[in-house]
Every structure is written in C-alpha cells, then in structure tokens.
T-cell receptor, first 112, second 116 residues
Framework: SQTIHQWPATLVQPVGSPLSLECTVE??????LYWYRQAAGRGLQLLFY??????ISSEVPQNLSASRPQDRQFILSSKKLLLSDSGFYLC???????????FGPGTRLTVL | AQSVAQPEDQVNVAEGNPLTVKCTYS??????LFWYVQYPNRGLQFLLK??????LVKGSYGFEAEFNKSQTSFHLKKPSALVSDSALYFC??????????????FGKGTKLSVIP
C-alpha cells in the first residue's frame, strides 16, 4: 500500500531564517506531487505541483520554492521566512490516471 | 476556471440525526467531485468521489453524496450522525475538460459538530 510522509511535524523558525520541508511517498511510482498551505484551519491554497522529476509548477507568487530531486521526494524551501509564511503545510500525491489526491499528515510552521 | 462553494461555515446536528453538508461547483466541462474530511492538526482523508455513472456515490464511514448536474451540487450526506463525525469537511472539484491538469480546487470547508 502507498504511504506519504512529511517532516518535521512541527517547526518554529525566526523571521529571515531558511526553510526546508520534506515529503516522500512510498509504494507508488511516477506520482503527481503537490504542496498546499492551509491558513487558520480552513481553505487550502495550492502552492506547487509536480508531474515529474525536476518539473515544478508554481500557482502563486511568493518567497517559497519547491524541488523534486527524486521521483518520490518533494521539498518545499525558502531562503528567508516571513511572518506570513506561518501555516499548516500539506503534501499530497495522486496517480496519473486516477483523480483523488492523498494527503500527508502535515507540518505546522510557526514563524516568529 | 473551476470553483467550489460551501455555503455553510458550520453545521450542527444532533447525534443520530441525518446530516447534510452542502457543496456547489462551477466548471466549464464535466466535473470530477470529491469530499475530504480533516480532523484537528491532521491531513485530509479522502471520503468519496464522483467521476461518472450513478449520481449517488457511497464512500467511507457511511457517508454518501449525490451529484446533481442541473443544480451543480454535490452534497454530502449521512443517515445517522455520530459524535466522531465532528470534523472539518472539504468539497473539491476538477474540470475534466483540461488536458494535462490534475489540480483540484477546494472549498473553504464546513465545520461539522455532532452534539451528543
């Protein structure tokens, strides 16, 4: 069966510090991968998605970036965090031929 | 463009009563529709989906949803609510007419509270 991991689970970082969040998927090959941010426990905002290694599409302008160095690894990064980057970050995957996305447990990021 | 509306921020229902969480959508082509549930500080869990076929879709934990094309709705229902159903529910849509796009658009969520 497929599983999706995210780490760390929680993170507290000062403004201006760098960020690296990691997501890995097991049990499937060539998944589509997604990064979402959820603010205040409500709506999800799609940040990035990837259909293959090195292929990243950005949905909103921001100081975040994403990379996909391996087929089942998706990384969310920032060089300098802002207060507004605080939130709950969710990684998700889907197959190329099915439609539902499956979500990881999330990372709670607090920028102080 | 595709969009989803969940008109109720919160729904309260007594335990044992039927529940409905509303969702309407807008797409240019045919919709793929989904429901997810989120418990506090957890990721989203997939409940059910409508792709094609029977308008009544059955999913996990006794939930079902009815696709209504004329009303562009996909309401989530359960005949008898449990306290453990209390959570945040998200409706999502994907427009099947777009080539190469697997993006889902999510509603803002509806908080369901089941009162003992």
């Amino acid at each position: 069966s497929q599983t999706i991991h995210q780490w760390p689970a929680t993170l507290v970082q000062p403004v201006g510090s760098p960020l690296s969040l990691e997501c890995t998927v097991e049990g499937t090959s060539n998944p589509n991968l997604y990064w979402y941010r959820q603010a205040a426990g409500r709506g999800l905002q799609l940040l990035f998605y990837s259909v293959g290694i090195g292929q990243i599409s950005s949905e909103v302008p921001q100081n975040l970036s994403a990379s996909r160095p391996q087929d089942r690894q998706f990384i969310l990064s920032s060089k300098k965090l802002l207060l507004s980057d605080s939130g709950f970050y969710l990684c998700a995957w889907s197959t190329r031929h099915e439609n539902e996305q499956f979500f990881g447990p999330g990372t709670r990021l607090t920028v102080l | 463009a595709q969009s989803v509306a969940q008109p109720e921020d919160q729904v309260n229902v007594a335990e044992g009563n039927p529940l409905t969480v509303k969702c309407t959508y807008s797409v240019s082509g045919n919709p793929y529709l989904f429901w997810y549930v989120q418990y506090p500080n957890r990721g989203l869990q997939f409940l059910l989906k409508y792709i094609t076929g029977d308008n009544l879709v059955k999913g996990s934990y006794g939930f079902e949803a009815e696709f209504n094309k004329s009303q562009t709705s996909f309401h989530l229902k359960k005949p008898s609510a449990l306290v453990s159903d209390s959570a945040l529910y998200f409706c999502a849509v994907r427009d099947n007419s777009g080539a190469g796009s697997y993006q889902l658009t999510f509603g803002k969520g509806t908080k369901l509270s089941v009162i003992p």
